[in-house]
């Protein structure tokens, strides 16, 4: 299984609508590694890797994001897959 991973900038209205915890949920029900955060400037950064074909559906979901996100654009920059740690979960 060939697995890629992506550092995730989402811009819009992304903080205050649950972003965060949609992501996890999502996240874990497809079995991705990473983890997310709010930035100060408002935006949300994600770090997801795993299967190359789910870790694109998941940058797909990020498009729409929970009920009350607004989400204006979605940048992917390819790191290093083997830097990805065990789940995916909240940091700060």
Known sequence: MF???????IHGRVQGVGFRMW???EAQVLRLRGWIRNEP???VT????GPEEVVAR????FWSGPPGAAVTSVE???VNPTDLPDGFRQVR
């Open 58 to 61: 998941m940058i797909e979901l």
């Open 23 to 25: 992501a996890e949920r």
């Open 41 to 43: 400037n408002g935006s």
């Open 76 to 78: 992917t920059k390819p």
């Open 46 to 49: 994600a770090l997801v890797g």
């Open 3 to 9: 697995e890629k991973a992506f550092l995730v900038s």
